[in-house]
């Protein structure tokens, strides 16, 4: 699963920014390293490789940015699709991979 996105950091020398994959009941799936950003903005792209739990039913993806002890947590909003739904078979959401 991946993530675009445009960061900004104003108030800090770094951020620190990662990609956080989540369940329909939010509990963490997956995380990619945490990056760290310098001040000013940039474009990201953030990629991670997970096994989907056999119980998901939801995976959902939200950049984080940490600024300091301030955590920002951008999921690109239901137009960019941020979660796509698992199911047995049929087929395949937005963006995501047929499970193993």
Not at 19 to 25: G, M, R
Request: with cysteine; hydrophobic share 45%.
């Amino acid at each position: 699963m991946w993530l675009l996105g445009f960061y900004g950091v104003a108030s800090a020398d770094t951020g620190i920014l990662t990609l956080v994959i989540t369940d329909q009941n939010g509990a963490i799936v997956s995380t990619t390293e945490p990056k760290v950003v310098p001040k000013g903005g940039d474009s990201f792209i953030l990629m991670a490789t997970f096994t989907v739990p056999a119980d998901a039913t939801l995976i959902c993806r939200a950049a984080v940015l940490q600024i300091g002890a301030l955590v920002l947590t951008e999921t690109g909003g239901e137009g960019l699709h941020p979660c796509v739904s698992v199911s047995l078979g049929g087929s395949v959401g937005l963006g995501s991979s047929v499970r193993n």
